[in-house]
């Protein structure tokens, strides 16, 4: 009988998420039905698998036709990756420390991309272009002001938010204990 052969985490490895979406929700709890199946033959036979993570320690979860897979790894993620690609995800991305948020942004009302540079610090007005760049443009929702407006991004994709130093990491790093006009809420 050949050596067991287990790999570890090692230092370089984050938390890894694989958000497959689907068609409709009974096809991402089909294709949930054939994750379990993959973690429970790797349970199994572990020395089958070429990964650095434990199958108990894999989360499988569903938000309406979404399917999230998670785990902490150095990127041995092959396994799962072919796993759920062959059920038919129409859209499947990989994300390193994967975050929803809400990002709002109070700023004077009328305020836009083009004049934020002339009442806003620069550090804030690089940030804008990339959440306009990247996000595309935002709900304006009203505040209790009638003279600013929230202007309000939805993210999901790689970590770009650490709450314990409410730091935000765009194109720069902000730290918003001192911006009273910004707010990230993690969903």
Do not use: C
Not at 36 to 63: F, G, H, I, Q, T
Not at 84 to 96: C, H, L, Q, S
Not at 107 to 129: D, F, H, N, Q
């Amino acid at each position: 009988m050949p050596p067991q052969v287990s790999f570890r985490p090692s230092s370089h490895s984050h938390d890894y998420t694989i958000v497959a979406i689907y068609e409709t929700s009974e096809e991402a709890k089909k294709a949930k039905e054939q994750v379990m199946k993959l973690l429970a033959e790797m349970e199994k036979d572990p020395n089958a698998y070429l990964v650095d993570w434990d199958p108990e320690e894999a989360e499988v979860s569903l938000k309406d036709n979404k399917l999230f897979f998670s785990v902490y790894t150095a990127g041995y993620l092959d396994e799962a990756e072919r796993k759920i690609e062959a059920t038919g995800p129409k859209k499947m991305n990989t994300y390193e420390n994967y975050q929803e948020l809400t990002i709002q942004i109070t700023t004077p009302k009328g305020v836009t991309l083009e004049t934020a540079g002339l009442i806003l610090p620069a550090e804030e007005v690089s940030a804008l272009k990339w959440l306009y760049t990247f996000l595309g443009k935002p709900t304006i929702k009203p505040h209790s002001d009638p003279d600013k407006q929230i202007l309000e991004w939805k993210y999901s994709g790689d970590g770009i938010y650490n709450s314990l130093t409410n730091t935000i990491y765009l194109p720069n790093e902000i730290n918003l204990f001192n911006r009273k006009n910004w707010k990230v809420i993690e969903e």
